[in-house]
């Protein structure tokens, strides 16, 4: 693939991406998949999957995992309920989380990609000490299919997802960097966050999301928009991707598959922006 292909975020039947027949309807040729469930993760359903894939020229970059009982309702639930930082669900999702490894081999991709939760912000806390514990245990799983485990951003500030990852002290950790839920989190501007993770950007999100308001940043949800429409700026991303080196895909997500007609219009006229925004870029 050349520098900056298209792609999106999608899914066959979990999670918030877009249907692959949107995927194929317009041209994309890069997709970033929500791993199917757990009933689903068969080698049947990976061959299936990857003859569609190959059929419309489309390739898989990243499988995303995701767990039963995760809510992102509001700041608070998703806090309690997402990732491997919640301990009553920690040992199950760790183990589901190596399955989707394997599932992913099947698919014949080298990257898994995971919302780990709201970091513990006390280093010195039993929590955060198993937490290294636990993710040192799903790397090295993960690096016997020959594969990297990348980090969504959003969740904790640039400064505690650097702490932890120096902490986890293993060569296969990456950040998957999402603009928007920087924005959405209230966790930090998201160009000044992005330069002070990028040594560690393996792949990324194109998303966009409007602030909460002043005083309620981190307590309250911002709004998630239409790409361009929100306060990342598609162009100073660009740039800065470039400057850091990222030549990875660039990945939409568009998180409203309530809405069908919608996330596909939305998803049509990102494609239009980034194409824009990448020939100004690159030049
Ligand atoms: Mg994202």
């Known amino acids: ?47 299936a999957f990857l003859a569609k894939c190959t059929d419309a020229g489309v390739t898989i970059t990243c499988v995303f995992g995701g767990f039963e009982g995760e809510s992102y309702a509001d700041i608070e639930t998703t806090a309690r309920t997402v990732g491997l930082v919640p301990e ?34 006390d280093t010195n806390s039993e929590s955060y000490k198993n937490l290294l514990i636990t993710t040192r245990d799903l790397l090295d799983h993960v690096k016997t299919n020959g ?73 309250d949800w911002g709004c998630e928009v239409a790409l361009g429409d929100g306060d990342v700026g598609m162009e100073n991303y660009l740039q800065t991707l470039n400057e850091l080196g990222y030549d990875g895909p660039l990945t939409i997500e568009r998180e409203i598959p309530e809405d069908p007609t919608q996330q596909k219009a939305d998803i049509g006229k990102a494609v239009s922006l980034l194409t824009e925004v990448r020939t100004k870029v690159l030049g």
């Open 147 to 219: 594969q990297n485990l990348h980090l969504e951003t959003g969740q904790e500030t640039a400064d505690h997802l650097l702490h932890f990852i120096n902490d986890v002290a293993r060569d296969n950790l990456f950040i998957n960097f999402d603009p928007a839920n920087m924005i959405l989190y209230g966790t930090g501007e998201p160009i000044e966050a992005l330069k002070k993770v990028g040594k560690f950007v393996r792949s990324i999100h194109c998303k966009d999301a409007t602030w909460a308001t002043e005083g309620r940043r981190g307590l």
């Open 88 to 121: 009553d669900t920690r040992a199950a999702r760790m183990q589901e989380m190596k399955e989707i490894s394997d599932f992913t081999r099947l698919l014949g991709v080298d990257t898994v990609g995971l919302h780990i939760g709201f970091v513990p912000e």
């Open 1 to 47: 693939m050349s520098k900056w292909p298209i792609g999106v975020f999608a899914s066959v039947d979990a999670g918030l991406g877009v249907n692959f027949d949107v995927v194929k309807e317009l041209g994309i040729p890069s997709i970033q998949l929500h791993a199917p469930h757990q009933s689903t993760r068969t080698q049947e359903t990976a061959d």
